[in-house]
Structures are given as structure tokens and as C-alpha cells.
């Protein structure tokens, strides 16, 4: 086996476009969000593994705090993946190329180009390898394991040239396993190809499947082990984000899901692909090919059916497209089937030529608000703008720098001079790493003051009150621009004197209040039995159901705001049973559950839920409050104290 010329200039010619545009388009938000990881290295985070956080922080060691040097890890992943796809290819063919009715050998008839020629043209085998997410290491890890794979099972069962090649496989999937979860179907497609044949099954009878997973699960333990100090925060995210309620109709999310994979693809080539796979599993092909198809298959099935609850990423899938390539990249085409793998990668590269073109010039007449790429642009501006800001912080012990969500605070942490710590308040929109860290609220003294950022308008202001703070101004807006039109507005306001703890502010409709009023009136009454609640999940069981504090019919979004009056009722009787800290479960948005977690952080339980939500014992909660030693909280007391 020898990797031909052409497939080796195709490889050289995809790395050097996605060096050119990694170096040109600046950092996306996602991006600069996983360099924060890199600069908090750890076994895990919210959102994923900690494979992307390493390796943006070995580019990054070499090349700084740059574009290229957060992006280089995932080029070199490109072109390690590209290698190993050419190399499976090639392994996986049992015939030499053919000439055409010319006499002449195409290009296209030999598996290593072919398979170099698909990775080049394909959008997201190529811009993939060019961002720097999780997918980038995934992609290339489970290239690597397939490729072993098919070593094992071309070798004799039970032999050691086998048990080496499952060994290297479980290596690899382990990588996999760090880099992002849904890399957890690939053993499961190997599982379900080794049960449907007979001359696969006998696989079982060797010890490298299981060593091969062994190897996988220890590679992961730093993994598992810090998703157990952090209430397996990672995969109760991931099972959320990926099965949990979603909006719109399964006709729609299915199409939506089909339509992604035509764009990331590019149609011709997604539709032969499909074909290959079909092909190799109606023939019942050789065993390595029927192991490459029936994981393809696994995995779409399972984003299929995953989107009958929710909408599926357009990028999830793509791990089916990994295993279906080496198929299409040896599959015996003639005729018309010939014409169309070359209409396919034509337009592939047509596909590829547009978004690099945009996303380096940005000459497409496209509206900055259907264009993707203008996402990673503007962000300079707002930095310039929060650094003129920064003069109205004199006199201030310190001056912090804060954004509402995760992927302002860390382009602003990238953009801003020095890279300086930003926060994200988090006070909208969906929990992440952020949460996890110390806020501003641990770290700013009393006589500190923050920069935030936040939307203009009503809205940010809001979140700015949210904070709580003594005092508050606007000081700055930053109009974010890419090729002189707008792409973003932000305002910077100042705030100083902030509190300790975030406080719980809602604004309650007329029957909220009322309802609250009488819960009020009537909660000396309760008290009792609320006391003997906290007995219970101190020193028993945790049970299904906790008794509701009225009965009085509220909108959801009245609820919503009464839940919030009660967690700080409630804050006032934890406080005398000695807990410090009450989480609010994310999870539920009509319904909130409130958990108590006492000073050493051990959790005690669920205190509290309205009538008609069910309680669930996960994780996934994010911290509502956090009180110190000292402050308003203490102030209460009950009755009986109050007598003495």
C-alpha cells in the first residue's frame, strides 16, 4: 500500500486553505468561549470533555493568543484525519484501480485520491478542521479508530497482530470519548455489527473488544471522575441538549435535519454517500465494509430519532459521514455514477471556494444577519469601545469586567489588551462553564466597581438591575460593524457597590401578589411542617412529592415570578437549619424545584416544588444564591426565638 501523489498534494492543498483562513477570520464566540478553557485547564466542563481545552493550549503555547495559535491544534487534527482516511480507504479496497473506456486511469478510480478529494470538497470536512471546537479532535479520533478497527477485523481472530489493532482502537476511541460524548454511538454501532454477522460474532470470543473498551473507560476516568465532583453536570447537559423538549413539529425538525446534512455535505455527494452505505448493506459486503455501514447507519438513526423530540445540530451527525466516506471513496463507479461523483465534488468545491471567499472578504451580497461568518466579526469594536469606558472606573478599589452571556465575556477576554479575567453574569440564557467558576459576585469587594455589557435597549437594563447593585450608570455603547454595517449593538454600563450575593428581584402581577400575601399571611402556620421537611431530607428519604403553599390560579410566567418571591421565603428557614446555598433546577422553566446544600456542600435534598411538578433526583442545577456568614439573610427569626 502506497498513498499516491495526488492524494498527497489534495491533503497539502486542504491544510494550506485551512491555514489561510485560520489566520484570516477572526475567533467565533464558541471558539474564544473553549479558549477560556484552555486557560483554566481541567478534566472536564460543563458543556464537554476537555479534549479541545488541551489542545487549543498546546497552539496557543507555540503560537500565543492568536487566531492561529487557538485554531492550530484543529489543522493539524485535519490533516492527521485526512492521512488516516486515505489510509483506510486503501486498506479497505481489495482491487486495484481500473481504466476508464479510454484506456486512461481517472482520478477519481483511485481509493486514496478519491478519499483526499472528498475531504478537500466537503464544507465540513474542510471549515472543520478549521474552527476550534470539540469536533475537530472527535472527528480525527474516530478516523483513527476506524481505521484500527478495520486492522482487527481484516486480522485473524484471536491473533496478536487482532488483539494489537483493538487495543490501538480503544486508544483511540478513548481520545474520542474526550473530546465530545456522542462518540459513545460508535461502540455501540461496532456491538450491533458484530451481533448481526456470524463471521463477525466470533469476535466475542476474543478478549481485544473488551480490552478495547476497558482502555476507552480508563482513559476517560479523569473525565468521570470530575463530572462526579460537579453533579455530572456534562452529561445531564448533553442528554438535555440533545433529547430533552424541543419546539416545533417532528415533520419539521426531521427536514431541518435532512437539509443540514445536504448543506455540510453539499447535496450530490450526501446522496452517494447514502447510496454507498445502502449498497454495502444490501450486498452484504466483506466484514470491514458491513463494520463501517452499520455504524454509519446507527448514528443517523439515532439523530433520526433524536429529532422527533428535539431539533438535531446540523454538525451532530456528521460522524455518520466519517464512517460512510471510505465507502464511497472505494466504491466501483462507471457511467453516470462517475459523472455525478465528479458533479458532486465540483460542487463541493464550488461550495467551499464561496464560504471561504466570504468568510475572508466577505463579497457575497449576503445580510449580515443570515450570514454565519459575521458572527466572528465586530468583536474588536466592542473591545475599543469598553476600553474607552474603562476611564469612568477612577477611584474605584478595582474595576471588574462583566457581559451577560459566555460568548461576549470571552471575546472580550480575548479582544481586550492583556487578555484580563471577564466575567459572565449568566442573568439570561442557558447555564455553561461560567457557572462553574468564581462570579463576580465571590470576588468583587463592596467598594469595587464592574463594566458590563449588555444589550441595549430595555432589556439590558433590566439585567444590569438584576445585578443589584448600589449604584448604576450608562456609560458607553459599542456598535459592532463588519464591512462598515452593523452587526450587534451593545451597551456598557457601570455599576458600583456590588452586593455579595445576587439578589432576588421578580415583579409580580396583581394575583401573584395577592397569592404571595396570603402564603405570607399563612406561613407562621407553616412553619411546623416545613421544619419537619427539612428533618426529612436531612435524615430520610427523599420522597416524590412536596406539599404546594397555595392553590391560586397563575399564568405560567406569574408562577415563574412567585417561585422566585418563595425561594428567598425559603432562603430565611434554610438559613436556620444551617445550609448556605439554594439551586434553582434549569432544567424546568414552569416549575422550579429548589434544593438545599449545606456549608461542607453536600446535598441534602429537594425542599420545595409546586403542586403538579415531579421531582427528579439529576443534576443540573445552577446557583440561584449564595449567601456568606453574614447579611439580611440571618436577620430572621421564628417565632419562638422571637419570644425568648
Not at 94 to 118: K, V
Not at 208 to 235: D, E, M, Q
Request: aromatic content about 8%; hydrophobic content about 50%; glycine content about 8%.
Amino acid at each position: 500500500m502506497r498513498i499516491s501523489k495526488l492524494a498527497i498534494v489534495l491533503i497539502a492543498v486542504a491544510s494550506v486553505i485551512r491555514l489561510v483562513l485560520a489566520t484570516t477570520i477572526p475567533l467565533f464566540p464558541d471558539e474564544t468561549y473553549y479558549w477560556e478553557w484552555s486557560r483554566h485547564l481541567a478534566a472536564g466542563y460543563f458543556d464537554h470533555p476537555p479534549a479541545i481545552a488541551f489542545l487549543i493550549r498546546a497552539g496557543t503555547g507555540i503560537f500565543g493568543s492568536t487566531s492561529l495559535g487557538v485554531r492550530f491544534g484543529a489543522i493539524v487534527t485535519g490533516a492527521v484525519a485526512s492521512v488516516a482516511m486515505v489510509v483506510l480507504s486503501l486498506r479497505l479496497c481489495n482491487s486495484a484501480p481500473t481504466a476508464d473506456d479510454s484506456g486512461s486511469l481517472n482520478a477519481l478510480d483511485e481509493p486514496g485520491a478519491r478519499a483526499a478529494l472528498l475531504m478537500l470538497v466537503i464544507p465540513a470536512a474542510l471549515v472543520g478542521f478549521v474552527l476550534a471546537t470539540p469536533d475537530a479532535p472527535l472527528l480525527a479520533a474516530i478516523v483513527l479508530t476506524l481505521a484500527a478497527l478495520e486492522r482487527a477485523i481484516a486480522s485473524d481472530p484471536r491473533s496478536s497482530a487482532s488483539f494489537g489493532w483493538w487495543c490501538a482502537a480503544g486508544f483511540t476511541l478513548g481520545l474520542a470519548f474526550c473530546s465530545k460524548l456522542t462518540s459513545g454511538l460508535i461502540p455501540v454501532g461496532v456491538c450491533i455489527a458484530l451481533l448481526s454477522r456470524r463471521d463477525l460474532r466470533t469476535r466475542f470470543a476474543e478478549p481485544g473488544p473488551y480490552v478495547a473498551i476497558v482502555i476507552a473507560l480508563v482513559l476517560l476516568i479523569p473525565t468521570l471522575w470530575w463530572n462526579s465532583r460537579h453533579g455530572w453536570v456534562s452529561i445531564v447537559f448533553q442528554l438535555h441538549h440533545g433529547l430533552g423538549q424541543g419546539h416545533g413539529s417532528i415533520i419539521g425538525r426531521e427536514l431541518s435535519l435532512v437539509a443540514g446534512q445536504l448543506g455540510l455535505i453539499s447535496p450530490i455527494i450526501a446522496v452517494m454517500a447514502v447510496f454507498a452505505v445502502a449498497a454495502t448493506l444490501r450486498r452484504m459486503a466483506d466484514a470491514r465494509r458491513f463494520l463501517l455501514a452499520i455504524i454509519a447507519t446507527t448514528v443517523a438513526a439515532f439523530f433520526v430519532a433524536s429529532a422527533i423530540r428535539r431539533p438535531v445540530e446540523p454538525n451532530w451527525p456528521i460522524l455518520a459521514l466519517v464512517a460512510a466516506l471510505p465507502l464511497l471513496a472505494t466504491m466501483r463507479l462507471a457511467g453516470r455514477a462517475r459523472t455525478w461523483l465528479g458533479a458532486g465534488a465540483v460542487l463541493g468545491a464550488v461550495c467551499v471556494l464561496a464560504v471561504s471567499v466570504q468568510g475572508v472578504t466577505g463579497a457575497l451580497p449576503i445580510p449580515p444577519r443570515r450570514d454565519p461568518v459575521s458572527r466572528a466579526y465586530g468583536w474588536n469594536d466592542l473591545a475599543s469601545a469598553v476600553e474607552r469606558a474603562q476611564s469612568t472606573s477612577r477611584g474605584c478599589a478595582a474595576a471588574w469586567i462583566a457581559a451577560d452571556r459566555y460568548q461576549d465575556a470571552s471575546e472580550l477576554a480575548f479582544n481586550l489588551p492583556g487578555e484580563p479575567r471577564v466575567f459572565s453574569l449568566n442573568l439570561g440564557g442557558r447555564s455553561n462553564q461560567y457557572d462553574l467558576w468564581p462570579g463576580i459576585y465571590a470576588v468583587a469587594a463592596p467598594t469595587d466597581c464592574a463594566l458590563v455589557v449588555v444589550d441595549e435597549g430595555p432589556a439590558g437594563e433590566r439585567v444590569v438591575q438584576r445585578i443589584g447593585a448600589s449604584s448604576m450608570a450608562l456609560v458607553g455603547d459599542a456598535v459592532m460593524k463588519w464591512r462598515g454595517i452593523p452587526v450587534g449593538r451593545r451597551a456598557i454600563w457601570i455599576v458600583r457597590g456590588i452586593p455579595g450575593a445576587l439578589p432576588v428581584q421578580v415583579e409580580l402581577s396583581p394575583i401573584a401578589r395577592a397569592a404571595l400575601t396570603e402564603a405570607t399571611n399563612n406561613f407562621p402556620a407553616h412553619l411546623a411542617h416545613l421544619d419537619s421537611i427539612i428533618g426529612v431530607y436531612k435524615h430520610g428519604p427523599i420522597p416524590d412529592r412536596v406539599t404546594t403553599t397555595t392553590a391560586a390560579p397563575m399564568s405560567n410566567s406569574d408562577r415563574r415570578a412567585a417561585m422566585g418571591a418563595r425561594v428567598q421565603m425559603l432562603q430565611f428557614l434554610l438559613q436556620r437549619a444551617g445550609f448556605k446555598a439554594v439551586y434553582r433546577d434549569a432544567r424546568y422553566h414552569d416549575c422550579t424545584f429548589v434544593r438545599a446544600t449545606e456549608p461542607d456542600s453536600n446535598d441534602v435534598g429537594y425542599v420545595y416544588a409546586p403542586e403538579g411538578c415531579k421531582l427528579s433526583t439529576g443534576m443540573g442545577d445552577r446557583v440561584l444564591q449564595v449567601d456568606h456568614a453574614s447579611g439580611p439573610w440571618y436577620s430572621y427569626a421564628s417565632p419562638e426565638r422571637r419570644s425568648k
